[in-house]
């Protein structure tokens, strides 16, 4: 089992989240100048009734809350792990879907030249963010609804949103393979990975995503030595799906995207971590 209280370097989170940042910046920028555009912001995506745009917008919201709340004052809050807000971010779907289409009603609302306009700003203020030296203190916190985290810690969570929806965004245009900043879509593995660890606790199923992370979960005999008797094998992207419930358990196995042996080796009761 990993530790709870895994580290990220601050360097390589913003490193990483810049560059997350900024492939999504050429992406929305390519589709808005695309002829079909207009009909491609219209698009459904995977996200119940949510459109490309509001996918757009959604990701607008999330890139900018840091910088959009880095001064405001703190107020106390209790401390809260990357864990934690793994655990906590799914209660508060309501307000994110409200914030995604007030975004796409106003900001967003207009042709797609200006769509990749506000799309570029937002990102370009994450940029500034990452790259400035109050971003380099450690210790910082940065408090949310749910808890005060550390600001490295928030920055992780710009990670997740990310390269999350960069992924729905991918499905829902049909670009194939997002070209994911290779170390944001470490930290994301690893995080998910944790977590699953975190609900189930034990070490009965080696879960392993190379070759980014490798963790024991379930409560039931632990090996000691030698090949585990439970081993789920999976790449990132599909460990990413089923953490997030974008796949089925059942669905990833067929399609032999996930192998599974050992009679602990059936996830799917956990799943998913992140909603």
């Given amino acids: 089992m990993p530790p709870k209280s895994r580290t990220y370097q601050p360097g390589k989170v913003r490193a990483a989240l810049a560059g997350q940042a900024a492939a999504l910046r050429d992406t929305v920028d390519e589709l808005c100048a695309r002829p079909d555009a207009g009909e491609l912001l219209a698009r459904p995506t995977r996200l119940g009734e949510w459109t490309v745009r509001e996918l757009i917008a959604h990701l607008a919201v999330q890139i900018d809350w840091v910088p959009a709340h880095l001064d405001d004052p703190l107020e106390g809050r209790p401390p809260l792990d990357l864990l934690g807000w793994v655990a906590a971010v799914g209660t508060v779907a309501p307000l994110l879907d409200e914030q995604a289409r007030s975004k796409a009603a106003t900001e967003f609302g207009g042709g797609p ?66 070209p994911h900043d290779r170390q944001a879509l470490a930290a994301v593995t690893r995080l998910l990975a944790d977590a699953l660890a975190d609900r189930a606790p034990g070490g009965a199923v080696e879960l392993r995503v190379p070759p980014y992370a490798v963790v ?60």
């Fill in 216 to 275: 024991q979960a379930v409560a039931g005999p632990k090996h000691t030595r030698g090949t585990p008797p439970n081993v789920v094998e999976t790449d990132p992207l599909t460990w990413i799906r089923l953490a997030t419930g974008r796949t089925g358990w059942a669905a990833a196995v067929e399609a032999a995207a996930v192998s599974a042996s050992g009679e602990r080796s059936d996830l799917r009761e956990y799943l998913p971590l992140l909603g």
């Fill in 113 to 178: 030249a200006s769509v990749a306009e506000a799309f570029r700003e937002a990102t370009a203020r994450l940029v500034r963010t990452v790259a400035g030296a109050d971003t380099y203190d450690p210790g910082r916190r940065f408090e949310i609804r749910f808890g005060s985290m550390l600001l490295t810690d928030m920055l992780v969570t710009r990670l997740v949103e990310t390269v999350v929806h960069a992924d729905d965004l991918a499905d829902a245009v049909g670009l194939g393979a997002f």
